[in-house]
């Protein structure tokens, strides 16, 4: 490995979670603050590390090194603090106290909208993102092509980003942040909302830039990508390192961590998003009926049902079904209709969710559920429960562990030749 081109020493960051807000900041104060503080540092508002009243510790005193050719991956749960870490080292907000130096053009992925101007085009932005990397224009003129075909979005390069869709936009801003050749490469989770087709051509592109001796950073909740892309991994846990080790040990600790919070009653998690008006409260998986028997088996019933602390019109409730390595299986939506969707008025305040027939090969899976109200988040929690599938049979067709590749078995026949 190379030079260290990242170094953090006692890193914070303080947020009020009362009605105040920063003041806005320009893009000519963004590019003046980053002018002038090449290494960034700051220090402690207080001097001291107590906690203020309405305010919060996104993080305290993270300190580790990168460097040049290492890809870390940066794991942990909602709140942990991996995005806020990306966002101090892209430049976006400033630590509380602490001193972190990032040494080398930094290219960043982390939400869509960041970086870019909403009433210039695909083009002005491109060109703007590049003379904010320190790149002559003649360097972006070489890479444009490249960007603009990657993106593919050709028909639209001359289109103000404002008027793009999330996909359109999530496109551009990864073609201009992988293509500019920055010498670090800091990506967010910002690509779970791509398709399975882009998501793909990301990683191959994140694998090609590792290749090439550059340095990425790498945040997300699906640890078979992480292990694909990272040697190292860094388990973030309440703002601070839990543990920095290589990528398979900190994943490892990450699925321990997720499993021991089984235990916790729902309402107790501290690690949930959303407005909170609505919240998850117990989830029940069993095989359904009223002699059901919480051991599930492939092909067999399956029943889900999830407990909440209210409904609202227009409440709905979606899960998703994950692999033990954080990859999706499959999501259910209450939101989307089907015939054979049924309204019950004694149900209270619970959705229940029926599978015939589950198709999932024998293992371990967890869930995450997210409640929405009218277009609102009221709450999401990650790996809300777990639960195990024997083997089973689809279609009287056996389906035993380990009888092949994949999580999914699907019911199908066989036409054969006469032997």
């Not at 008025?345 to 619970?350: A, F, M, N, R, T």
Request: hydrophobic content about 40%.
């Amino acid at each position: 490995m190379g030079e260290v081109v990242i170094r953090l020493e006692g890193l914070g960051k303080k947020f009020s979670i009362s009605n105040r807000q920063e003041s806005y900041k320009t893009l000519r104060d963004t590019l003046a603050s980053a002018a002038t503080k090449p290494f960034r540092a700051a220090k402690s508002t207080d001097g001291n590390h107590r906690e203020a009243s309405g305010s919060i510790w996104a993080l305290k005193d993270v300190s580790f090194e990168v460097r040049q050719g290492e890809v870390v991956g940066l794991i942990g749960r909602n709140g942990a603090g991996k995005s806020t870490l990306l966002k101090i080292l892209s430049r976006v907000t400033e630590p509380t106290e602490g001193r972190a130096q990032i040494c080398g053009k930094v290219g960043s992925l982390l939400e869509v909208g960041v970086g870019f101007h909403p009433e210039l085009t695909g083009r002005e932005n491109i060109y703007l993102n590049g003379a904010i990397m320190g790149m002559k224009r003649v360097e972006i003129d070489q890479k444009f092509d490249g960007i603009v075909a990657f993106a593919e979005i050709d028909k639209f390069i001359d289109t103000p980003v404002k008027h793009y869709s999330s996909g359109m936009y999530l496109r551009l801003a990864f073609a201009v942040a992988a293509h500019l050749e920055p010498e670090i490469l800091l990506v967010d989770e910002v690509l779970a909302v791509g398709d399975a087709a882009f998501q793909k051509k990301c990683m191959g592109k994140m694998e090609e830039v590792a290749g090439e001796g550059r340095t990425v950073l790498f945040v997300s909740h699906n640890m078979a990508a992480v292990q694909a892309l990272c040697q190292r991994g860094i388990l973030l846990h309440n703002g601070s390192i839990y543990t920095d080790t290589t990528a398979s040990a900190a994943i490892g600790t990450y699925l321990q961590m997720l499993e021991q919070t089984q235990s916790l009653n729902l309402l107790d998690r501290a690690d949930r998003r959303g407005h909170g008006e609505v919240k998850l409260s117990k989830v029940e998986i069993s095989t359904g009926g009223e002699n059901g028997s919480r051991i599930l088996a492939t092909g067999r019933p399956a029943c889900f049902v999830f407990h909440t602390t209210g409904v609202q019109a227009g409440t709905s409730c979606i899960f998703t079904i994950y692999d033990h390595f954080g990859q999706p299986l499959a999501s259910f939506n209450s939101a989307i209709h089907s015939p054979e969707d049924l309204r019950d008025p004694e149900l209270g305040e619970k959705f229940v969710c029926q599978l015939d027939e589950l198709s999932l090969t024998p293992g371990r899976y967890r869930i995450n559920v997210a409640i929405w109200s009218d277009g609102v988040l009221q709450d999401h929690i990650e790996g809300a429960s777990f639960f195990d599938v024997e083997q089973g049979v689809i279609n009287g067709r056996p389906v035993i562990k380990g009888g092949g590749s994949g999580r999914v078995c699907m019911h199908h026949r066989w036409t054969l030749p006469q032997s």
